[in-house]
């Protein structure tokens, strides 16, 4: 019987050893990924807003002259002052409703019963079923609120968490040409060219698609307050509601219109009545119709090609992954693929055509280009 070669064994143990080190190496990466993976999370974060706050940031810049650094400065100025009015109104407005909801049950079964008397000829809700009901709702609106309360005034780690994030997204916003002169540097031409466009189509996609919808959402929640005060509906409860249903409807792929809208709908059945709901419901569909097919293709312009199943299922995705502020900033990161897609590879001339489409189904070219 033939020996074995005598470099076999030298081969066989340094494979085992570069096996056992790259393992040994790729479980201690996993390990410290896992412990930091709150950091992790807080950059990525930190990056998405980064990139969103860039066009603003160079418009200052190039404008007005300021330093990319006050420029920072003064979007988060305006975000703090945004929020602290947001919630001065929107505690009281909570408390003040949640009042209105737990005396109106009453009246509110009364209501429905009157139209069910009509329609069918029996009421359909127990008066004390609706008080019931009224309390509850009530008690929500109110334990809501003192969450809000406490979510201002408390929470220290959400504090600290809050802070590195704002740390963080300053200086990408304010140093983006320096670091990213800083990452080229490290790069061939070649690479440099490809990182370029990548970058800046971030950029444009992020910013892009935050800008757009920041908009839209001025305009969807400003007509909607218009509408909520020619229904009746109190100044004090119409501008958080309006607020909340634009930023739900604008920046929740599909199925956010109806979200945003169903909250201050079925309140404005409680504490209004039915007629007023109606009138709320019909005007939200007629906006949803008019933005999709007029508005939102002005705004957007490209800014951000998206299918609406993709935009849909990397919403699902995101939210999935990492909560709602996954599902928020998944949008900008599916566009960003896609258009990395659509530039790289070959493609060829379609020369078939299947038999379940007609020539009326193909996509326009200058609308695929």
Do not use: C
């Not at 420029?71 to 001065?88: D, K, P, T, W």
């Not at 408390?154 to 600290?160: A, E, K, N, P, R």
């Not at 020619?230 to 100044?235: A, E, K, L, Q, R």
């Amino acid at each position: 019987r033939r020996g074995r070669p005598a470099w076999l064994n030298s081969v066989v143990w340094q494979t085992l050893w570069k096996v056992v080190a790259v393992g040994l190496v790729v479980a201690v990466g996993l390990a410290m990924m896992w412990r930091t993976q709150t950091l992790i999370r807080m950059l990525l974060v930190s990056l998405f807003f980064a990139l969103a706050m860039i066009p603003a940031v160079k418009y200052m810049h190039e404008r007005w002259g300021w330093k990319r650094g006050a420029a920072v400065g003064a979007i988060y100025l305006g975000f703090v002052v945004f929020i602290i009015a947001l919630v001065a109104f929107m505690i009281p407005a909570a408390v003040d409703f949640a009042d209105e909801i737990s005396g109106s049950g009453g009246s509110f079964a009364e209501t429905i019963n009157g139209y069910s008397q009509d329609l069918i000829g029996q009421d359909v809700v127990d008066e004390q079923t609706g008080a019931d009901a009224g309390e509850a709702a009530g008690a929500g609106v109110s334990k809501f609120a003192d969450n809000v309360a406490g979510l201002a005034m408390s929470g220290i780690g959400m504090l600290f968490n809050l802070a590195t994030v704002l740390m963080f997204t300053f200086y990408l916003a304010a140093d983006a040409p320096r670091i990213e002169r800083a990452m080229r540097s490290r790069m061939n031409p070649h690479r440099q060219e490809v990182w370029g466009w990548v970058w800046d189509t971030a950029i444009e996609q992020t910013g892009g698609y935050f800008y757009s919808r920041m908009l839209l959402m001025v305009i969807n929640g400003g007509l909607f307050f218009v509408a909520m005060l020619i229904v009746g509906m109190p100044v004090l409860y119409a501008i958080p509601l309006a607020i909340f249903e634009g930023f739900v409807a604008e920046f929740i792929p599909a199925i956010g219109t109806y979200l945003g809208a169903a909250i201050p709908i079925l309140l404005a059945l409680v504490v209004l009545g039915l007629p007023e709901a109606l009138i709320l419901l019909v005007w939200v569909l007629i906006y949803q119709q008019a933005e999709n097919y007029w508005l939102s293709p002005k705004i957007s312009s490209n800014t951000m090609e998206l299918n609406g199943a993709i935009a849909f299922g990397a919403a699902l995705a995101g939210g999935a992954i990492a909560g709602p502020m996954g599902a928020f900033a998944a949008l900008p990161v599916a566009a960003l693929i896609t258009s990395i897609i659509k530039n790289s590879g070959k493609t060829y001339d379609v020369v078939t055509q299947s038999k379940y489409y007609s020539a009326d189904d193909s996509p326009d070219p200058q609308a695929t280009s």
